[in-house]
């Protein structure tokens, strides 16, 4: 008789679904990840992987929890260890851009990729578990928006402002980590990580109050 398996086994097993999933998604799109294809992938049974996990949204909506929990986690960490607003904001964005650089698939699935988002599932019988996610990225949105305001010493008042500011800097810092994985930043500049510290250098002078 087989043992039963024990919770790192099953952990494991989750996360050799993850993995597998992931890659789906990212080598051939999100419609391309299905259960009888993820079986087939892992050389498991459709049946034993339903043990697992419900569905495909299930799994995927996984994944991306997974992403914005390991972002969240390198954020914080980097806010925690700065002494002054400046060097809080430039650590965050040094922590984004290498978090996105070194877990390039988590980072398309969460910012690149048309893969689906909270409001897709609003109304789904996975709205409460992909709120989690979402619940996870506004923390994110906000410990920036605190950021920022430390940043700016009050410069930034109104909410709209900081809206845009936030954007503003958002669409800097992804274009840094999209050029990166696309391997392209480098045919324009000979020195990537020279070309970015200026880029963080100039964000952080910009908005520093």
């Not at 992931?22 to 992987?49: D, K, Q, W, Y």
């Not at 506004?138 to 500011?165: F, P, Y």
């Not at 954007?167 to 810092?173: K, Q």
């Amino acid at each position: 008789m087989r043992r039963p398996r024990t919770s790192e086994e099953l952990e494991r097993a989750k996360d050799r679904i993850i993995d597998a999933a992931l890659a789906i998604i990212v080598e051939e799109g999100f419609p391309c990840l299905t259960m009888r294809r993820l079986a087939s992938r892992l050389h498991m049974s459709a049946p034993n992987l339903y043990n697992f996990f419900a569905s495909k949204d299930e799994i995927y909506i996984t994944i991306v929890i997974k992403g914005f929990r390991m972002l969240q986690e390198e954020l914080e960490r980097a806010a925690s260890g700065a002494s002054t607003p400046e060097e809080k904001a430039r650590a965050m964005i040094e922590a984004y851009v290498d978090f996105g650089t070194k877990n390039s698939p988590y980072y398309d699935i969460m910012f690149t990729m048309p893969t689906p988002k909270y409001k897709a599932y609003q109304g789904t019988p996975y709205e409460k578990l992909s709120e989690v996610e979402y619940r996870i990225s506004m923390d994110i949105a906000g410990l920036a928006a605190q950021t920022l305001r430390e940043l700016s010493r009050g410069g930034v008042q109104k909410d709209e402002d900081l809206t845009h500011d936030l954007v503003h800097i958002w669409c800097l810092v992804h274009g840094m980590v999209s050029l990166a994985n696309s391997n392209i930043i480098g045919y324009v500049a000979s020195d990537v990580k020279a070309a970015y510290q200026r880029i963080v250098d100039d964000i952080v002078e910009r908005y520093r109050g």
